[in-house]
């Protein structure tokens, strides 16, 4: 039976591990591959954040070992709350200070650096 179940861990951590690659693999295609600063932030995190979140709790998961699973998580819980929040912010800094979108964006919705309001 325990073995079974050993069995069942590793199966499941491997499939962990195979997607958490390919999320990963995906984001460094797309930081190469994609045109301007903007798409390549998008790419690195947003994949980026799930493939090594993904990586993270297969290690967990592999230890298999409560607290360490619990740290797993909570490291998972970080990076997926962190990442994305700091690319937007990054994003919006180098729209102000004027970095240009590709050509093949359609819309730029932000306006562009904002004088100061003067009373």
Not at 13 to 18: H, K, P, Q, Y
Not at 112 to 118: G, I
Request: charged content about 15%; aromatic content about 6%; proline content about 3%.
């Amino acid at each position: 039976m325990e073995a079974q179940v050993n069995a069942a861990v590793e199966l499941g951590v491997a499939l962990i591990v195979v997607v958490g690659a390919a999320f990963s693999l995906l984001a460094a295609l797309g930081i190469v591959r994609f045109p301007d600063l903007y798409t390549r932030m998008h790419a690195a995190s947003k994949a980026g954040t799930i493939g090594s979140g993904l990586l993270l709790l297969a290690a967990g998961l592999h230890s298999l070992d409560g607290a360490i699973l619990v740290r797993a998580l909570a490291g998972f819980v970080f990076f997926v709350l962190t990442a994305p929040i700091s690319a937007h912010l990054l994003a919006k800094g180098a729209h102000q200070a004027g970095y240009k979108l590709t050509k093949l964006s359609v819309i730029d919705q932000l306006p562009q650096k904002e004088e100061p309001r003067r009373l």
